[in-house]
């Protein structure tokens, strides 16, 4: 069997993710893919580095996948996120969540991303034309660094 949850440093095949996912009893399958953007509040992103707590990590999405089916009875999901350095338009995770009927598997894949968001050990560092920030979370909040330590670039 195919490995359901995984973090890695390699490029992220979106179509695996499906494939772990695909069963006779679904009806539909949701997908989510988030990919490095060039802009966020404004500033243009030359590239992302993410790290994470990868055994950790890796559980918490399997926990996740217990959620969603707490939730939304008779799902699978499947689920991966990408570390290290991601250039503009790389997949940075991507998500499958089968299920039997259509509405619940967009609310469970919706549910997927905002659970990572919120308690995976992973952490991203955007890299701006006039400096760089770690993000304390997805979420987004700013790390514990106060701002005057963050680099800047001239």
């Known amino acids: 069997m195919e490995k359901?949850?995984?973090v890695t440093s390699e490029p992220i095949d979106s179509s695996k993710v499906i494939a772990n996912v695909v069963r006779p009893e679904a009806g539909a399958i949701s997908t989510f893919i988030g990919i490095a953007r060039e802009f966020t509040k404004g500033k243009r992103t030359l590239f992302l580095e993410y790290e994470a707590y990868v055994p950790m990590a890796e559980k918490k999405l399997a926990q996740i996948a217990d959620e969603i089916n707490d939730k939304w009875p008779?799902?699978?999901?499947s689920i991966a996120h990408r570390i290290g350095k991601l250039d503009i338009s790389d997949v940075a995770v991507a998500i499958a969540v089968s299920t039997p009927h259509r509405d619940e598997a967009f609310a469970a894949s919706r549910y997927a991303i905002?659970?990572?968001?919120e308690m995976v050990p992973i952490?991203?560092?955007?890299?701006?034309e006039d400096g760089t920030r770690?993000?304390?979370?997805?979420?987004?909040?700013?790390?514990?660094v106060?701002?005057?330590?963050?680099v800047h670039n001239g």
């Not at 770690?134 to 514990?144: A, C, K, M, P």
């Open 4 to 6: 359901m949850f995984w």
């Open 74 to 77: 008779d799902t699978q999901t």
């Open 114 to 117: 905002e659970r990572i968001k």
């Open 123 to 128: 952490w991203k560092k955007e890299n701006w």
């Open 134 to 144: 770690w993000i304390g979370d997805q979420l987004e909040n700013v790390s514990g």
């Open 146 to 150: 106060p701002a005057e330590e963050d």
